[in-house]
T-cell receptor, first 112, second 115 residues
Framework: KQEVTQIPAALSVPEGENLVLNCSFT??????LQWFRQDPGKGLTSLLL?????REQTSGRLNASLDKSSGRSTLYIAASQPGDSATYLC???????????FGTGTLLAVQP | GAVVSQHPSRVICKSGTSVKIECRSL??????MFWYRQFPKQSLMLMAT?????????EQGVEKDKFLINHASLTLSTLTVTSAHPEDSSFYIC???????????FGQGTRLTVV
C-alpha cells in the first residue's frame, strides 16, 4: 500500500529565503508525482507535475525534483514571498482508478 | 493547465433539506471525477469516485444514500447531500483529470453550512 509523507509538517521562514519541502513515498512504481498548494478555504492549485521518467520540473521560482529509486521528491521555492504562504501537498496516483494518494502536507508561513 | 469549475462556492441550508453541488470540467472530458471532503485543518478525505455512465464507487464509511453522485456526461458530475444535518457541514472539493499523464485538477471547493 502506497504511503506518502511530507517533512516538515510546518515551516516558518522570513521573506526572501530559499526553502525546500520534502515528499517521500513508499512504492517507487509511480506514474507521476504532482505538487499542489492549498490556500485556506480554497481548492487545490496544481503547481508542478513530474512524470516518472523525468528528474525535475521548473515553473518560475518553483523547482520540483524526483528520485524514484529513493522514493523522494523535493519542492524548492526560491526567494520566498508572503504570498507563498499556504499548505503544500504532494500526491501520486494509485489504485485501479488512479485516485490520488496525498502526502501529509507542509504548512508554510513566509513572514514579511 | 486544465480547468475544473465547482458550483456553488458557498451554500447555507436548513437541516433536512438537500443540496446539490456541481463539478464541471471546462476544457476536457473526464470519464472519472473524484469527490473529497475536508474538515478544518485536516487533510482531504476521498468520499467517492464518480464514473460517467455508471454507478459511483464509494469509500468505506461513506453513505451512498446520503451522498448521491451522478455523472451523466463527460463534463459534469454532481454530488447531492440528502437530508442534510449540521454534521454534514464541511468543505467539499471535486477533481478531474484530462488523462493520467496530465495530472489532476481541482475545483474551487464548496463550503456547506447546515443550520
Amino acid at each position: 500500500k502506497q504511503e506518502v509523507t511530507q517533512i516538515p509538517a510546518a515551516l516558518s521562514v522570513p521573506e526572501g529565503e530559499n526553502l525546500v519541502l520534502n515528499c517521500s513515498f513508499t512504492d517507487s512504481a509511480i506514474y507521476n508525482l504532482q505538487w499542489f498548494r492549498q490556500d485556506p478555504g480554497k481548492g487545490l492549485t496544481s503547481l508542478l507535475l513530474i512524470q516518472s521518467s523525468q528528474r525535475e520540473q521548473t515553473s518560475g521560482r518553483l523547482n520540483a525534483s524526483l528520485d524514484k529509486s529513493s522514493g523522494r521528491s523535493t519542492l524548492y521555492i526560491a526567494a520566498s514571498q508572503p504570498g507563498d504562504s499556504a499548505t503544500y501537498l504532494c500526491a501520486v496516483p494509485g489504485g485501479a482508478t488512479n485516485k490520488l494518494i496525498f502526502g501529509t502536507g507542509t504548512l508554510l508561513a513566509v513572514q514579511p | 493547465g486544465a480547468v475544473v469549475s465547482q458550483h456553488p462556492s458557498r451554500v447555507i441550508c436548513k437541516s433536512g433539506t438537500s443540496v446539490k453541488i456541481e463539478c464541471r470540467s471546462l476544457d476536457f472530458q473526464a470519464t472519472t471525477m473524484f469527490w473529497y471532503r475536508q474538515f478544518p485543518k485536516q487533510s482531504l478525505m476521498l468520499m467517492a469516485t464518480s464514473n460517467e455512465g455508471s454507478k459511483a464507487t464509494y469509500e468505506q464509511g461513506v453513505e451512498k444514500d446520503k451522498f448521491l453522485i451522478n455523472h451523466a456526461s463527460l463534463t459534469l458530475s454532481t454530488l447531492t447531500v440528502t437530508s442534510a444535518h449540521p454534521e454534514d457541514s464541511s468543505f467539499y472539493i471535486c477533481s478531474a483529470s484530462p488523462g493520467l499523464q496530465k495530472g489532476a485538477f481541482f475545483g474551487q471547493g464548496t463550503r456547506l453550512t447546515v443550520v
